[in-house]
């Protein structure tokens, strides 16, 4: 039963996203001449990617904490990253950011076209090349006052622990003077398994955004870093609530 439920799912989701595209293509045309940091089309995104969880009858997600995530100004926020779905349930938080993602997801039909009308930014792991230009990007970014969300593990978990945290997200934080946001995600492993598509059964995910983190209070970006693993590794341990 949970095969079929897989297919028809992806299905509904391959099909009903060249309409979601097309309507935000217009939406990044309408805006773009008064809305310089797409912030609608983000918003727009964001209804498109939770759409799918709150339509799967398999999953319940509450979100807790959005208020920490700022309308306006910079921040550099830091999430775990256990499964494909996070990226629809960070989308959740209904506030303006722009995604760092690997570059191969921006070779997606339809929605990888949709993340660079978005202006996200991508990055090719092991390339220290696209590192330099993943920073470079992020730096015009929070320069112009859009927050950045990455998963600072680099890549998601294969076994369910927190990974070590990579340090660019931090020295964004230290360099441009922007609160670190951590974010804990609950619940997501079990929903889809690290390789394959078939969904599992009912599953309750949480994002739980946590306290923001002054880089000025820390003597430097590991310390820094460190404090936002603590953080969320703390969170990750307690009970679902």
């Given at each position: 039963?949970?095969?079929?439920?897989?297919?028809?799912?992806?299905?509904f989701?391959?099909?009903?996203?060249?309409?979601?595209f097309?309507?935000?293509?217009?939406?990044?045309?309408?805006?773009?001449?008064?809305?310089?940091?797409?912030v609608?089309l983000h918003?727009?995104?964001?209804?498109?990617?939770?759409?799918?969880?709150?339509v799967?009858?398999?999953?319940r997600?509450?979100?807790t904490?959005?208020d920490?995530?700022?309308?306006?100004?910079?921040?550099?926020?830091?999430?775990?990253?256990?499964s494909?779905?996070?990226?629809?349930?960070?989308?959740?938080?209904?506030?303006?950011?722009?995604?760092?993602s690997?570059?191969?997801?921006?070779?997606v039909?339809l929605?990888?076209?949709?993340?660079?009308?978005?202006?996200?930014?991508?990055?090719?792991?092991?390339?220290g090349?696209?590192?330099?230009?993943?920073?470079?990007h992020c730096?015009?970014?929070?320069?112009?006052g859009?927050?950045?969300?990455?998963f600072?593990?680099?890549?998601?978990?294969?076994?369910?622990q927190?990974?070590?945290f990579?340090?660019g997200?931090?020295?964004?934080?230290?360099?441009?003077?922007?609160?670190?946001?951590?974010?804990?995600?609950?619940?997501?492993?079990a929903a889809?398994?690290?390789h394959?598509?078939?969904?599992?059964?009912?599953?309750?995910?949480?994002v739980?955004v946590?306290p923001?983190?002054?880089?000025a209070?820390?003597?430097?970006?590991?310390?820094?870093?460190?404090?936002?693993?603590?953080?969320i590794e703390a969170?990750?341990?307690?009970?679902?609530r």
């Amino acid at each position: 039963m949970l095969r079929l439920f897989s297919v028809a799912y992806w299905a509904f989701i391959a099909l009903s996203c060249v309409v979601f595209f097309v309507v935000a293509a217009v939406v990044w045309a309408v805006t773009l001449p008064f809305d310089r940091r797409r912030v609608v089309l983000h918003l727009y995104s964001s209804a498109w990617a939770s759409f799918y969880v709150y339509v799967n009858p398999l999953w319940r997600l509450r979100v807790t904490g959005r208020d920490r995530v700022p309308w306006r100004g910079p921040a550099v926020l830091v999430a775990n990253h256990a499964s494909l779905i996070d990226i629809l349930v960070l989308f959740a938080l209904f506030r303006p950011f722009k995604w760092v993602s690997k570059e191969e997801i921006f070779k997606v039909p339809l929605i990888g076209w949709n993340m660079r009308l978005n202006d996200y930014v991508p990055l090719k792991r092991g390339s220290g090349a696209s590192v330099r230009e993943m920073m470079a990007h992020c730096d015009r970014l929070l320069a112009a006052g859009s927050s950045v969300i990455i998963f600072p593990e680099g890549r998601r978990t294969p076994d369910g622990q927190l990974q070590a945290f990579k340090n660019g997200a931090f020295e964004l934080s230290v360099r441009h003077h922007a609160p670190i946001i951590p974010v804990a995600v609950h619940g997501t492993r079990a929903a889809l398994p690290r390789h394959g598509l078939i969904l599992r059964d009912h599953v309750d995910a949480h994002v739980r955004v946590l306290p923001p983190l002054d880089p000025a209070d820390y003597p430097d970006v590991g310390a820094l870093r460190d404090a936002a693993r603590a953080a969320i590794e703390a969170d990750l341990l307690k009970p679902a609530r």
